[in-house]
T-cell receptor
Framework: GIQVEQSPPDLILQEGANSTLRCNFSDSVNNLQWFHQNPWGQLINLFYIPSGTKQNGRLSATTVATERYSLLYISSSQTTDSGVYFCAVEQDGGTSYGKLTFGQGTILTVHP | DTGVSQDPRHKITKRGQNVTFRCDPISEHNRLYWYRQTLGQGPEFLTYFQNEAQLEKSRLLSDRFSAERPKGSFSTLEIQRTEQGDSAMYLC??????????????FGPGTRLTVT
């Protein structure tokens, strides 16, 4: 099956700093989503971005499908950005339509 | 609230007992997924339904696990004879789908199972 690797595994920032999270995947994808998991375990949808670039406030994401990676940018980080960020992909051409394979996540801690 | 809902949010059970979880997807979504997440890991796919048909089961889903979506709306996940290794967060998600194409998945708050 498809492999998904996220980096870095841990990231510690001061409030106001910018950061870039990376997601590499081993095969072609139909779907790529970024999630933020809050301390209660809820997965919050950030971006649905199989290709191209999107922006939502202080967050933006870029997926370069031909090179098999995606980037999540967080600007002017706030303490409420703390949590785990997951990248998840749906492999193209597989038999499991819609099945998401998740990376291991990036644990982000933002200090005031 | 029109998001995905799950019940219960927490379940503590003794080893050997049976448990059942419920998921109510977003009403217009025809595809429903179950995932399991253990501590420090990303969620892992268990099974999914298109309407009422269960189309795939992961090898993670042992014979003790069964899932249903009887009328293509809500779904239940039952674990029989629970083991300590079943302790995890069980997540449900739903999406729209058309033939081979699927769209953005939305997750519920999860059911945290603890087997003592």
């Amino acid at each position: 099956g498809i492999q998904v690797e996220q980096s870095p595994p841990d990231l510690i920032l001061q409030e106001g700093a910018n950061s870039t999270l990376r997601c590499n995947f081993s095969d072609s994808v139909n779907n790529l989503q970024w999630f933020h998991q809050n301390p209660w375990g809820q997965l919050i949808n950030l971006f649905y971005i199989p290709s191209g670039t999107k922006q939502n406030g202080r967050l933006s994401a870029t997926t370069v499908a031909t090179e098999r990676y995606s980037l999540l940018y967080i600007s002017s980080s706030q303490t409420t950005d703390s949590g785990v960020y997951f990248c998840a992909v749906e492999q193209d051409g597989g038999t499991s339509y819609g099945k998401l394979t998740f990376g291991q996540g990036t644990i982000l801690t933002v200090h005031p | 609230d029109t998001g995905v809902s799950q019940d219960p949010r927490h379940k503590i059970t003794k080893r050997g007992q049976n448990v059942t979880f419920r998921c109510d997807p977003i009403s217009e979504h025809n595809r429903l997924y179950w995932y399991r997440q253990t501590l420090g890991q990303g969620p892992e796919f268990l099974t999914y339904f298109q309407n009422e048909a269960q189309l795939e089961k992961s090898r993670l889903l042992s014979d003790r696990f069964s899932a249903e979506r009887p009328k293509g709306s809500f779904s239940t996940l039952e674990i029989q004879r629970t083991e300590q290794g079943d302790s995890a967060m069980y997540l449900c998600a739903s999406s729209l789908a058309w033939q081979r194409s699927s769209y953005e998945q939305y997750f519920g708050p999860g059911t945290r199972l603890t087997v003592t």
